[in-house]
């Protein structure tokens, strides 16, 4: 028999009673029940009962475990009796009275619980990860984790693709984070940069004449953590292919994605034929480039209704700005003034002065607009607004206005505030579309300059004579956004593969040709000798993991996070570097002023 098991702690069944085993595991718990001792073992595959009485050999040692020690036990497979069959566990029909039991390694007093799902400090969590990752819910995400990675691998070799490496020391990119430098002891005073992402190398890839590229790539960004990325890095799904039209990439990618969604959507529907809605749209009815399409509000163009009117602050605003328009949310069922009151209270507090609103309620065989916009702008113009928005009898409608390019935000805020408070949201559905037509440039306010707006290396739809001739904010880019429930989920573009087109494009966001070509020499040179036009995207592992799995916290899909301080609490970097290490390097710490 093997030296430490003959079956895993989920193998057993009825079949094998009768059988000697050899099982070793973790103490999940230990019950005392009047002098019989019930062990729960516990492996990476599940848990099996074990059962020592007073005359087993292994009594006096069963006694003395305690929960998490590690174990070996040999023993017989016995029925469980009918009442105590266990139906929530696949070994629940059978235990193993032991016969030998071996401590392999004690634990200490443990720092947390890893019976159960408790609230625990985050700091204690990530100090002592590798027993949280005991955690069955953990335990259960990472390797879940694991085989969605597995399945978008099969699928993109199904489509034709092949996995290629680039490397991980590289130098700076362009991609809009501070990168993370890397010194070189070799070259002194100079510096690599970890990749932000593999976009220059699979450009390259292509004009090196391969084609389908893809990997599972680890990406590098010393930015801020956010909700939905955790610090430090991440992983995504990188891909690449060679004469492509955007609507390729789309139907290429689109059942890919799908098919992995629906492998692991536990039975919940996922969407069929993805919508394509152009960034406009998506702006002007959902407030969002990133819309959660679960939410059936439709934002609408009620400016009409206003001009002129009686309620003087719209009217004011449209009259003095041609830029204004005013938009309306609507809100099935929320026709009650508490509810009004509510939404009025929570925009005053993102910073507005309030939200107005109108709310339809039967007066006798009447329906009546109420609020002080219908009193204001009378009968005829609520009623106009009810009907161009579909509203019935206790249903609400909410308006901002002003130029929407300040209060889209805001608005579609308002609108996911309002059918998540309503109950509007179909939460058991994964709803996925193609956000296209990306604005190629945008104005930095802060800069007073044109910047680009997505990704640098995308095709400005209209290619060079759009570069030469058009307005640069009225330029749309050949870029694309795959959305699910809220969150971008995936991002790609038709590059941009002809030099003097390139550098145009950027001489337009502020850099000359002579800073283009150092800046992105090796890109550069490559499409002076041919480059093939090409095109891809890159899907967030780590946000389609954590959708999937419907986990709130990046943590609990990914083995070893950082804490939103950008700290591994665990391995305890970062951390200083040795003298020795500093001069090996050629540097000297400065610390600043805030650091002394």
Same mark, same amino acid.
């Given at each position: 028999?093997?030296?430490?098991?003959?079956?895993?702690?989920?193998?057993?069944?009825?079949?094998?009673?009768?059988?000697?085993?050899?099982?070793?595991?973790?103490?999940?718990?230990?019950?005392?029940?009047?002098?019989?001792?019930?062990?729960?073992?516990?492996?990476?595959?599940?848990?099996?009962?074990?059962?020592?009485?007073?005359?087993?050999?292994?009594?006096?040692?069963?006694?003395?475990?305690?929960?998490?020690?590690?174990?070996?036990?040999?023993?017989?497979?016995?029925?469980?009796?009918?009442?105590?069959?266990?139906?929530?566990?696949?070994?629940?029909?059978?235990?193993?009275?032991?016969?030998?039991?071996?401590?392999?390694?004690?634990?200490?007093?443990?720092?947390?619980?890893?019976?159960?799902?408790?609230?625990?400090?985050?700091?204690?969590?990530?100090?002592?990860?590798?027993?949280?990752?005991?955690?069955?819910?953990?335990?259960?995400?990472?390797?879940?984790?694991?085989?969605?990675?597995?399945?978008?691998?099969?699928?993109?070799?199904?489509?034709?693709?092949?996995?290629?490496?680039?490397?991980?020391?590289?130098?700076?990119?362009?991609?809009?984070?501070?990168?993370?430098?890397?010194?070189?002891?070799?070259?002194?005073?100079?510096?690599?940069?970890?990749?932000?992402?593999?976009?220059?190398?699979?450009?390259?890839?292509?004009?090196?004449?391969?084609?389908?590229?893809?990997?599972?790539?680890?990406?590098?960004?010393?930015?801020?953590?956010?909700?939905?990325?955790?610090?430090?890095?991440?992983?995504?799904?990188?891909?690449?292919?060679?004469?492509?039209?955007?609507?390729?990439?789309?139907?290429?990618?689109?059942?890919?994605?799908?098919?992995?969604?629906?492998?692991?959507?536990?039975?919940?529907?996922?969407?069929?034929?993805?919508?394509?809605?152009?960034?406009?749209?998506?702006?002007?009815?959902?407030?969002?480039?990133?819309?959660?399409?679960?939410?059936?509000?439709?934002?609408?163009?009620?400016?009409?209704?206003?001009?002129?009117?009686?309620?003087?602050?719209?009217?004011?605003?449209?009259?003095?700005?041609?830029?204004?328009?005013?938009?309306?949310?609507?809100?099935?069922?929320?026709?009650?003034?508490?509810?009004?009151?509510?939404?009025?209270?929570?925009?005053?507090?993102?910073?507005?002065?309030?939200?107005?609103?109108?709310?339809?309620?039967?007066?006798?065989?009447?329906?009546?607009?109420?609020?002080?916009?219908?009193?204001?702008?009378?009968?005829?113009?609520?009623?106009?607004?009810?009907?161009?928005?579909?509203?019935?009898?206790?249903?609400?409608? %909410?308006?901002? @206005? *002003?130029?929407? #390019? /300040?209060?889209?935000?805001?608005?579609?805020?308002?609108?996911? =505030? !309002?059918?998540?408070?309503?109950?509007?949201?179909?939460?058991?559905?994964?709803?996925?579309?193609?956000?296209?037509?990306?604005?190629?440039?945008?104005?930095?306010?802060?800069?007073?300059?044109?910047?680009?707006?997505?990704?640098?290396?995308?095709?400005?739809?209209?290619?060079?004579?759009?570069?030469?001739?058009?307005?640069?904010?009225?330029?749309?880019?050949?870029?694309?956004?795959?959305?699910?429930?809220?969150?971008?989920?995936?991002?790609?573009?038709?590059?941009?593969?002809?030099?003097?087109?390139?550098?145009?494009? %950027?001489?337009? @966001? *502020?850099?000359? #040709? /002579?800073?283009?070509?150092?800046?992105?020499?090796?890109?550069? =040179? !490559?499409?002076?000798?041919?480059?093939?036009?090409?095109?891809?995207?890159?899907?967030?592992?780590?946000?389609?993991?954590?959708?999937?799995?419907?986990?709130?916290?990046?943590?609990?899909?990914?083995?070893?996070?950082?804490?939103?301080?950008?700290?591994?609490?665990?391995?305890?970097?970062?951390?200083?570097?040795?003298?020795?290490?500093?001069?090996?390097?050629?540097?000297?710490?400065?610390?600043?002023?805030?650091?002394?």
């Amino acid at each position: 028999m093997h030296r430490y098991r003959s079956h895993s702690c989920v193998q057993l069944r009825e079949a094998d009673v009768g059988a000697t085993v050899r099982l070793s595991g973790w103490v999940h718990r230990v019950r005392d029940h009047g002098g019989l001792l019930f062990i729960d073992l516990r492996d990476h595959y599940g848990i099996t009962q074990i059962v020592a009485d007073p005359d087993s050999p292994c009594f006096k040692t069963a006694e003395t475990v305690r929960g998490e020690w590690v174990i070996r036990v040999d023993g017989e497979v016995k029925a469980r009796s009918a009442e105590t069959v266990n139906a929530n566990l696949p070994t629940g029909a059978v235990e193993v009275f032991a016969r030998d039991m071996e401590v392999l390694s004690a634990a200490k007093e443990l720092p947390l619980p890893v019976f159960g799902e408790p609230e625990y400090p985050e700091d204690i969590r990530l100090k002592y990860r590798f027993l949280d990752l005991r955690r069955d819910t953990l335990h259960k995400n990472i390797v879940m984790r694991t085989k969605i990675i597995a399945e978008m691998r099969a699928r993109m070799a199904g489509a034709g693709f092949t996995e290629y490496s680039t490397p991980i020391l590289t130098a700076s990119s362009p991609e809009g984070a501070r990168d993370f430098l890397v010194p070189s002891r070799i070259h002194e005073g100079k510096f690599y940069a970890l990749p932000q992402a593999p976009q220059v190398y699979k450009q390259l890839i292509m004009v090196s004449g391969f084609d389908r590229y893809f990997q599972i790539a680890p990406c590098f960004r010393d930015e801020d953590p956010r909700a939905d990325r955790l610090p430090g890095e991440f992983y995504q799904l990188d891909l690449e292919m060679s004469f492509v039209e955007q609507e390729d990439v789309l139907a290429t990618m689109e059942p890919v994605l799908r098919s992995v969604f629906e492998t692991f959507a536990d039975g919940k529907p996922v969407t069929q034929e993805f919508r394509r809605i152009p960034y406009d749209e998506a702006i002007r009815k959902y407030g969002s480039d990133k819309p959660d399409l679960r939410n059936p509000i439709v934002m609408e163009d009620v400016s009409e209704h206003f001009r002129g009117s009686g309620f003087k602050v719209f009217a004011n605003i449209l009259a003095n700005d041609e830029k204004a328009e005013v938009w309306a949310i609507p809100a099935k069922t929320g026709g009650s003034r508490a509810f009004c009151d509510r939404m009025n209270s929570w925009a005053q507090g993102e910073g507005q002065p309030g939200l107005g609103y109108i709310f339809w309620r039967k007066e006798g065989d009447k329906l009546e607009g109420a609020g002080p916009i219908a009193k204001n702008i009378g009968e005829e113009r609520t009623e106009a607004i009810r009907t161009q928005l579909g509203l019935e009898d206790g249903d609400a409608c %909410f308006f901002a @206005a *002003g130029d929407p #390019r /300040k209060f889209a935000g805001f608005a579609g805020n308002a609108r996911t =505030r !309002a059918g998540e408070e309503l109950d509007l949201v179909d939460r058991d559905r994964f709803e996925l579309c193609w956000i296209v037509d990306f604005p190629f440039y945008e104005w930095d306010e802060d800069e007073k300059k044109v910047e680009f707006g997505h990704n640098p290396f995308s095709m400005p739809q209209g290619g060079m004579e759009a570069l030469e001739k058009a307005e640069p904010l009225s330029i749309k880019a050949f870029q694309y956004d795959m959305v699910c429930n809220g969150f971008e989920i995936a991002s790609g573009g038709i590059r941009n593969h002809l030099p003097e087109t390139m550098v145009k494009a %950027f001489e337009i @966001a *502020g850099l000359d #040709r /002579k800073t283009v070509e150092e800046r992105f020499g090796g890109l550069y =040179r !490559a499409f002076q000798y041919g480059a093939p036009p090409h095109g891809g995207m890159a899907a967030g592992i780590d946000r389609i993991v954590m959708l999937l799995l419907g986990a709130v916290n990046l943590r609990e899909i990914t083995m070893f996070p950082m804490n939103q301080q950008a700290q591994d609490l665990l391995m305890g970097a970062p951390s200083d570097a040795t003298p020795q290490q500093l001069r090996e390097l050629n540097l000297r710490l400065a610390p600043s002023k805030k650091a002394e």
